[in-house]
C-alpha cells in the first residue's frame, strides 16, 4: 500500500530536550516536504527536499532541522524544542512536476511543555 | 508572493442540499489548485485538482470543483451533501515559477446537519 509513514503519533516532551520525527515514503516520491498545521492559520510549510541531499527552507523553519540522506526517509528534528513548537506536523510526498498531489502521513501532534 | 483565501471558517449545510466550500487564490504564473479534505485525527487526503483545460474538475465522493480566471477563484461544491462530509476543507495551490511551494488556505469546516 502506497503511505507515508510518521512516528511517532503523538509526543510530549520538555523544553530544549532534542527530538526527531521521522518520516518514511514508499512510493519513490522526489519531493518531500513538513508542515504545521495550527488552528485559524492552515498548514504552513516548515522545510522541503527536491531529492536526496537537497533540502531548502520553506515559511516556518526557524528552530527546525531536516535531512535527506535517503530518497524515501525525511526526518524533522528539533534540536531545542521550546512550547510555541507545540502544533500538529504532518510529513507529505510527490512526484516531480507542479500538478502533482501531495501525500500525507497521518500526523505527530507534539506538545512541548 | 502566492496566497490563498478560504473566506468562511465553518459551513454548516443540511443533509441533501447543495454545498459549495468558498476558495480564492492569488499568483503569479499560471496556478495549479488543489482540495483536500482532513478528517478527524487524520492526515490530509486528496480530493481533486485543476491542471489546465475544463474549468469543472470532478473529483473523489462526488465533490466537484469550479475554476474562474477572472475572479481567481476555486469553488468546491457537491450536489447533494451528507453526514459523512462533515471533514475539514484545504485549498492549495501552486504556480509555475514558485519553488514548487504548495501553499495552503486556513482551512474549512463543513458541518453537515442530518
Known amino acids: 500500500e502506497a503511505q507515508v509513514t510518521q512516528n511517532p503519533r503523538y509526543l510530549i516532551t520538555v523544553t530544549g530536550k532534542k527530538l526527531t520525527v521521522t518520516c518514511s515514503q514508499n512510493?519513490?516520491?522526489?519531493?518531500m516536504s513538513w508542515y504545521r498545521q495550527d488552528p485559524g492559520l492552515g498548514l504552513r510549510q516548515i522545510y522541503y527536499?527536491?531529492?536526496?541531499?537537497?533540502?531548502d527552507k520553506g515559511d516556518v523553519p526557524e528552530g527546525y532541522k531536516v535531512s535527506r540522506k535517503e530518497k524515501r526517509n525525511f526526518p524533522l528534528i528539533l534540536e531545542s524544542p521550546s512550547p510555541n513548537q507545540t502544533s500538529l506536523y504532518f510529513c507529505?510526498?510527490?512526484?516531480?512536476?507542479?500538478?502533482?498531489?501531495?501525500?500525507f502521513g497521518q500526523g505527530t501532534r507534539l506538545t512541548v511543555v | 508572493a502566492q496566497s490563498v483565501a478560504q473566506p468562511e471558517d465553518q459551513v454548516n449545510v443540511a443533509e441533501g442540499n447543495p454545498l459549495t466550500v468558498k476558495c480564492t487564490y492569488s499568483?503569479?504564473?499560471?496556478?495549479?489548485l488543489f482540495w483536500y479534505v482532513q478528517y478527524p485525527n487524520r492526515g490530509l487526503q486528496f480530493l481533486l485538482k485543476?491542471?489546465?483545460?475544463?474549468?469543472l474538475v470532478k473529483g473523489s465522493y462526488g465533490f466537484e470543483a469550479e475554476f474562474n480566471k477572472s475572479q481567481t477563484s476555486f469553488h468546491l461544491k457537491k450536489p447533494s451533501a451528507l453526514v459523512s462530509d462533515s471533514a475539514l476543507y484545504f485549498c492549495?495551490?501552486?504556480?509555475?515559477?514558485?519553488?514548487?511551494?504548495?501553499?495552503f488556505g486556513s482551512g474549512t469546516q463543513l458541518t453537515v446537519l442530518p
Open positions: 507529505a510526498s510527490s512526484m516531480e512536476g507542479l500538478n502533482t498531489e501531495a501525500f
Open positions: 512510493m519513490n516520491h522526489e519531493y
Open positions: 527536499s527536491m531529492n536526496v541531499e537537497v533540502t
Open positions: 499568483v503569479s504564473g499560471n496556478p495549479y
Open positions: 485543476y491542471i489546465t483545460g475544463d474549468n
Open positions: 492549495a495551490v501552486r504556480a509555475s515559477g514558485s519553488a514548487r511551494q504548495l501553499t
